[in-house]
């Protein structure tokens, strides 16, 4: 990807601090392997570490500075829209240039026109005023914070704006409780204190009147029952045109590209694809996993072969996540229940040893085309939920999770699980509703002292329902739950924890191509029939790509991608991570009860078994532990 720093202050006379904004970017040199570009002059410094061979760009007067992370995949497009222009003509490679053209042309509504994924920062000498902007999936991060004397900065990573000692290192206590409750933080909140995410699809003008941020893009549904009434062949022509165009824009021919290849669909038609883009046989790259609970090796094995593309794969044991937890944390910035990040860091490693730069992803297309068992719990749900005291409707549930078949005490506990305000199907929360509750379970392992300042309704709900879109409430349930699913899993763990930060740990460009923004608002028009067809998931894809894929992939059901948690955590591992869970490290601890936590360890360490919430709860005490000690504390 890149990255991008930056110091502010709308005061002319205020001097920005060279130094600091060296330090700034050198916290961010992991993110790319080209030369870094800085422009620091009286009230405004700029940096960008270019991921390819660009730099940052000022015009001719320059009036005008930009800073780009990223890439713009329509850049002929504009690029020929400028042509004529001396600036055009000179930069014809340097997408920052044509960001600074359209700017000057357009103003604000310049990334209207831009397809990509980015975080810019644009200063405007004339106005003393900088624009950031974050692309619509929020594919490339950005944050900021604001000094007592006004100053303003920004990065792309947290661990940027450590550098000024002026930006108190705390861990936000409202942070960590969104994050036991839904996962992840509520934009624009972070895991620290008064540092900020600017969220997808948004910019932040910071000038004289201080710091605004807008929406220049969201997520939009047709309301209930207004979905237009065409036939699937529609749907199926325009999506396979729309996608193969999206990776073919990703596809650098001054790089060579590589793929993930899960064993699941997404991956396998964005691989397909790209493999008839490439000149060479595609290089594909996977994660296998010692424990067979987890491993898709087989699948990967077939789709390989049928793409007869260059494989790699790389295995991963439970250790070997204890091991490298502590340093994919200090690249995630933000604390998790579960551990799934740290087979991924392997795996963008594996990708750059290769000596690829960049690869593509599946990611988006669960989230886009109801292929979660999230949006299958949810139909059965609601389904079961019009006559409640049915025996047989909830048994649909085994559709989507055969453990729970059979009956006795077992099937009563699940059955009283999913029942569960049930009947609450005007919530608009209602397909998540069960996983925010349950997770939220974990907390009876946090310290009275941290409980005590927890209030969920006020700080998770709260903020939730006012950084989402009052419409959804007049969207298809399925939409809705696609909502939920986009605007805080996908940007704000699927991108962020699991995608960029593994990435560009390795300096790796990640693509997303079904996270092109044409993809997203064409997904969106599609019927929710199309997307959940009975229970059959993402029907559409598996439609549209079915002469593309072996029939044992588009059929076989789909497993989650997860990785081993309590075991990364026994007594016996010996790792740093461990320690976090030790009594000698939590009797310190100011966030987690020591005594709850160590019965825990003494399950696992014994071989006892350890529920959902009690794994969710090792993980965030854990990472929790971690993020203090690296970030607040300075001691790894």
């Given at each position: ?13 205020f001097k920005a601090d060279s130094a600091l904004l060296k330090m700034m970017s050198y916290m961010l040199k992991h993110r790319g392997e080209y030369k870094t570009y800085s422009y620091c002059r009286d009230n405004i410094g700029l940096s960008q570490l270019s991921f390819f061979n660009g730099k940052s760009f000022a015009d001719n007067s320059h009036c005008i500075q930009t800073a780009l992370d990223g890439e713009i995949f329509n850049r002929k497009e504009i690029f020929n829209e400028f042509k004529d222009e001396r600036s055009g003509k000179e930069n014809v490679n340097n997408d ?7 700017y000057r042309k357009y103003g604000d509504d310049f990334v209207n026109k831009c397809n990509g994924q980015f975080a810019i920062a644009i200063f405007h000498k004339d106005k003393n005023r900088l624009t950031l902007v974050r692309d619509r999936a929020g594919t490339a991060p950005l944050y900021y914070t604001a000094l007592n004397d006004g100053t303003f900065l920004f990065g792309s990573e947290i661990k940027s704006l450590f550098c000024s000692p002026e930006v108190k290192r705390e861990i936000d206590i409202i942070g960590l409780e969104q994050i036991f409750t839904l996962w992840v ?452």
């Amino acid at each position: 990807m890149g990255a991008i720093a930056g110091i502010f202050n709308s005061d002319v006379n205020f001097k920005a601090d060279s130094a600091l904004l060296k330090m700034m970017s050198y916290m961010l040199k992991h993110r790319g392997e080209y030369k870094t570009y800085s422009y620091c002059r009286d009230n405004i410094g700029l940096s960008q570490l270019s991921f390819f061979n660009g730099k940052s760009f000022a015009d001719n007067s320059h009036c005008i500075q930009t800073a780009l992370d990223g890439e713009i995949f329509n850049r002929k497009e504009i690029f020929n829209e400028f042509k004529d222009e001396r600036s055009g003509k000179e930069n014809v490679n340097n997408d920052a240039a044509l960001i600074t053209s359209l700017y000057r042309k357009y103003g604000d509504d310049f990334v209207n026109k831009c397809n990509g994924q980015f975080a810019i920062a644009i200063f405007h000498k004339d106005k003393n005023r900088l624009t950031l902007v974050r692309d619509r999936a929020g594919t490339a991060p950005l944050y900021y914070t604001a000094l007592n004397d006004g100053t303003f900065l920004f990065g792309s990573e947290i661990k940027s704006l450590f550098c000024s000692p002026e930006v108190k290192r705390e861990i936000d206590i409202i942070g960590l409780e969104q994050i036991f409750t839904l996962w992840v933080t509520v934009p624009p909140r972070t895991a620290f204190s008064k540092i900020f995410e600017l969220p997808p699809g948004c910019m932040a003008i910071v000038d004289n009147n201080g710091i605004k941020v807008k929406r220049y893009w969201k997520h939009t549904f047709p309301d209930k029952g207004c979905y237009d009434d065409k036939p699937l062949a529609y749907y199926t022509e325009r999506l396979r045109e729309l996608l193969f165009d999206a990776v073919s824009l990703r596809i650098n021919p001054q790089t060579e590209s590589g793929s993930y290849l899960s064993g699941g669909l997404d991956s396998a038609i964005i691989s397909a694809l790209a493999a008839r883009r490439s000149p060479v046989p595609l290089k594909t790259f996977s994660v296998t996993f010692s424990d067979a609970a987890f491993d898709e090796r087989e699948f990967q094995k077939t789709l390989s072969q049928t793409l007869k593309s260059d494989h790699r794969s790389i295995n991963v044991h439970t250790s070997d996540i204890s091991v490298m937890l502590a340093q994919t944390l200090w690249h995630a910035e933000i604390p998790v229940v579960r551990t799934a990040l740290a087979p991924l860091f392997a795996l963008s490693r594996l990708v750059n040893q290769s000596g690829t730069k960049t690869v593509l992803t599946g990611e988006g297309a669960d989230e886009l085309f109801g292929g979660y068992d999230i949006f299958k719990e949810s139909a059965v749900r609601r389904f079961w939920a019009r006559f409640p005291d049915s025996k047989i409707r909830p048994a649909l549930l085994r559709r989507t999770y055969p453990f729970i078949a059979g009956g006795g005490r077992a099937g009563a506990f699940w059955q009283a699980f999913f029942k569960q305000g049930l009947t609450n199907v005007n919530d608009p929360f209602y397909s998540h509703r069960l996983r925010w509750n349950n997770t939220s379970r974990l907390k009876k392992f946090c310290s009275p002292e941290l409980l005590e300042n927890f209030d969920e309704e006020k700080h998770v709900y709260g903020e939730l329902e006012e950084y989402l879109n009052p419409g959804m409430k007049r969207w298809e349930p399925l939409s809705q739950a696609q909502y939920l699913e986009m605007v805080l899993f996908t940007s704000n763990c699927l991108l962020t924890t699991q995608g960029d930060r593994m990435l560009a740990a390795n300096s790796i460009c990640g693509r997303f191509p079904f996270l092109d923004h044409r993809v997203i608002e064409f997904a969106h028009t599609i019927p929710p029939r199309f997307k959940l067809n009975l229970l059959n998931e993402k029907y559409i894809l598996k439609e549209t790509f079915k002469d593309m894929i072996p029939r044992n992939i588009f059929q076989r059901v789909k497993q989650p991608y997860r990785s081993p948690i309590s075991d990364c955590f026994r007594s016996s591992e010996n790792t740093i991570s461990s320690f976090m869970l030790s009594d000698e490290n939590l009797k310190k601890s100011r966030f987690f009860n020591a005594e709850g936590i160590g019965n825990l360890i003494k399950k696992v360490d014994g071989g006892g078994h350890i529920t959902e919430v009690e794994q969710m709860a090792l993980s965030a005490a854990a990472s929790t532990e971690l993020i203090e000690h690296i970030f607040v504390k300075g001691k790894i």
